[in-house]
C-alpha cells in the first residue's frame, strides 16, 4: 500500500451495524421523506434532524423495547478523514461546520458518495429520508411511522404529500456467494463488474467494490484500486474495518466469501440478474401506504 498523499479526504461510513440476514427476503422497513422548510442543506434543518434522530430509539414497540434496528439518516453517518498517514472518523454533522461553505461541501460530498447518493437526500437538496429497520416483533407499521413523523417534526407545520421521491423506487438488497473458491482479487473483479453493470439500470446500486475503491482513492490522490492485487484490497478492508466501517463490514467479510449487494431502481425498471454468483434476495421495499410517508414542512 502506497504511503496516504492527500491531505484530507472523506468517506461516509455508517454508524450502525446492519443486523444478520435470513435466507428469506425481509419486508422490515420503514421511510419517512421530508421536505424541510429551508431546503436538506441548511444549520436549522441538520442540527433538528440530529437532535430528533436521537430520539426515534426511544420509541417502543409492542414489547416494550426499542421498535427499530437500525436508523440510517444523514444524521446518523460518519465520515472518514485521511490526512497523511493516518486515518480517522467522526460524525458527518458537526455543528462547527454548518456554515455556508460546509453545507455546500457536505451536499456535494453525499451528492458523489457511491451509498447515499438519492438514498438519504435528492441531489437539489429538497428533499431528505429516514430509512428505520423494525424489530421482528413490530407488526403495527403504520402506527410507528405516525410515531417517526411526530417525532421528526416536532415544532414544525408539515403535511401529508403525494410527491415523495421514493414513491416509485423498489430496494432491495443481495445476499452473493461464488460459486467457486476463488481469490480475492478475482472474487473483487467478478463483483466489480457485475455492480457496474447493475448500475447502468439503477437510480443507486453499491458492494463492498464500492467502498473500498472510494477509499484508496481518498487515501491516493485519486488512484485506482489494482484489482489483480489480493493484499492491496486486503489491506484496504482492514483499513476501513480498523475505523469501525459498518457498511463494509455489512457487504463482505475479509475473504469475500460472504458479499452483499444493494439496489434501488425505478419500480418498472428490469428485475436484478446477477451472473456468477449464487444470490438470494434477503430484503425488499418498495412504497405503500403502511411502510411510506413524504410530509411537506415548507409552507
Excluded at 79 to 106: H, P
Excluded at 132 to 155: D, F, P, W
Excluded at 284 to 296: H, V
Amino acid at each position: 500500500m502506497h504511503k496516504i498523499k492527500q491531505a484530507l479526504a472523506s468517506l461516509l461510513i455508517s454508524w450502525l451495524v446492519l443486523p444478520a440476514m435470513s435466507m428469506a427476503a425481509e419486508d422490515d422497513l420503514l421511510v419517512l421523506s421530508v421536505f424541510p422548510k429551508n431546503g436538506v442543506y441548511d444549520k436549522s434543518t441538520l442540527t433538528n434532524l440530529v437532535k430528533n434522530t436521537e430520539k426515534l430509539w426511544m420509541i417502543k414497540d409492542e414489547s416494550g423495547t426499542s421498535a427499530f434496528k437500525t436508523i440510517d439518516s444523514l444524521a446518523t453517518e460518519n465520515i472518514i478523514v485521511a490526512q497523511q498517514d493516518s486515518v480517522r472518523f467522526r460524525r458527518l454533522i458537526e455543528s462547527r461546520e454548518l456554515t455556508g461553505s460546509g453545507l455546500k461541501t457536505l451536499q456535494n460530498l453525499v451528492n458523489s458518495h457511491p451509498l447515499l447518493h438519492d438514498r438519504l437526500a435528492d441531489a437539489s437538496g429538497e428533499q431528505l429520508h429516514i430509512w428505520l429497520r423494525v424489530n421482528a416483533s413490530s407488526h403495527a407499521k403504520k402506527q410507528l411511522l405516525e410515531s417517526v413523523r411526530s417525532v421528526i417534526t416536532q415544532g414544525e407545520s408539515c403535511s401529508v404529500s403525494k410527491q415523495g421521491w421514493l414513491s416509485d423506487v423498489r430496494y432491495e438488497e443481495w445476499k452473493l456467494k461464488s460459486e467457486n473458491k476463488q481469490s480475492t482479487s478475482d472474487v473483487y473483479k467478478k463483483l466489480l463488474t457485475t455492480t457496474e453493470s447493475i448500475k447502468k439500470e439503477s437510480i443507486l446500486a453499491y458492494s463492498a467494490t464500492d467502498l473500498i475503491q472510494y477509499l484508496k482513492q481518498s487515501m491516493s490522490n485519486g488512484n485506482l484500486v489494482d484489482s489483480n492485487d489480493s493484499a492491496e484490497i486486503e489491506q484496504l478492508y482492514l483499513i476501513a474495518e480498523s475505523v469501525r466501517s459498518r457498511h463494509l463490514h455489512d457487504l463482505a467479510n475479509p475473504d469475500f466469501s460472504r458479499l452483499k449487494l444493494v439496489r434501488m431502481s425505478n419500480i418498472n425498471a428490469d428485475k436484478t440478474r446477477v451472473s456468477g454468483f449464487s444470490t438470494d434476495l434477503i430484503r425488499q421495499w418498495k412504497a405503500s401506504d403502511s411502510n411510506y410517508l413524504t410530509l411537506d414542512c415548507r409552507a
